[in-house]
């Protein structure tokens, strides 16, 4: 059922829709970052079962969820640029172990993932036509095409701020 809805919802996502999404999610990270006190972005937080967060995901910092998400944007970035040129891609990577943070990024990993993003937007915005691209299987959607992975890179976002908020929320506890 959640396929089905995810599917219906990268359908129906304009464009703009969809890249203001981006901006939304980035802003949101920034502004959840400034509420936990920087010598705590590092710890790691054991947060409950969540939509989308797989169980080996469960214990990351805030710099662990930033460097995940800089990889997999970067990633996005390169299966968008490769089905908008119809070149192969250059890296080809393993959604189950390539993504996992290694945690040597330290305070970095908020400005990796910072740039990943704008990089992302700036790459995209130049696109045109992702509706109309060949498709590329994700590991859990099946085949997507451009837009549906432009979609999809708000989503993951999405999902992962959640987690990150949960994090937040039990370090402040701690305070």
Not at 101 to 127: C, M, N, R
Not at 140 to 148: E, I, K, P
Not at 152 to 173: C, N, P, T, W, Y
Request: charged fraction near 30%; hydrophobic fraction near 40%; proline fraction near 4%.
């Amino acid at each position: 059922m959640i396929r089905f809805l995810v599917r219906a919802r990268m359908k129906l996502t304009s464009r703009a829709v969809a890249t203001e999404k981006i901006r939304d999610e980035l802003r949101r990270y920034l502004g959840l970052m400034h509420y936990v006190p920087r010598e705590k972005w590092g710890e790691h937080v054991r947060v409950p079962a969540m939509m989308g967060v797989d169980p080996d995901m469960r214990e990351w910092s805030l710099l662990d969820i930033c460097e995940h998400n800089a990889i997999v944007n970067r990633s996005i970035r390169e299966v968008v640029t490769s089905l908008v040129t119809q070149e192969p891609m250059k890296h080809v990577i393993d959604p189950k172990k390539d993504v996992m943070p290694k945690g040597e990024l330290g305070q970095k990993a908020l400005d990796e993932f910072k740039q990943s993003v704008e990089d992302y937007l700036k790459a995209v915005d130049s696109y045109k036509g992702l509706r109309s691209t060949e498709q590329k299987k994700h590991p859990v959607f099946g085949m997507l095409n451009a837009h549906s992975w432009h979609v999809m890179f708000g989503l993951h976002l999405q999902i992962h701020r959640k987690q990150a908020e949960v994090v937040a929320d039990l370090l402040s506890r701690d305070a």
